[in-house]
């Protein structure tokens, strides 16, 4: 899951000098630094920084839909059939979506 705009991260690089951003894989954006010759990781604290400001990406944002509105509907069906199946299989994927949400850091 992509947890960074490309969009967020590059109004970040022209306000503070940092050039020719490129994602090297997903959650993982170099650039090179002012004066610098070598391109270098954006620091995980900036990422931090952005991600406080801006909140969450569009894709975090339908999987958390998803997972709230699913969970919605297995209470109903809960109900409705007198199983608990569906409560489970909406624990399960929110258990999935939660993980997903999570930042990993290389």
């Known amino acids: ?3 960074y705009s490309v969009d967020w991260i590059e109004e970040w690089c022209q306000e503070n000098g940092w ?3 490129f994602v090297e894989r997903r959650n993982s ?5 002012p004066g610098g010759v070598m391109p270098e990781p954006i620091p995980h604290h900036v990422l931090n920084l952005i991600k406080a400001e801006k909140g969450l990406t569009v894709e975090e944002k339908v ?7 699913g969970t919605i509907l297995a209470i109903f069906s809960t109900f409705l059939f007198k199983c608990p199946m569906p409560l489970v299989l909406a624990f399960a994927f929110n258990a999935v979506t939660v993980a997903k949400l999570e930042i990993e850091y290389d």
């Open 29 to 33: 954006y170099w650039a090179f630094p």
């Open 63 to 69: 999987w958390s839909a998803s997972a709230v509105i």
């Open 19 to 21: 050039t020719e951003l």
């Open 1 to 3: 899951m992509t947890h």
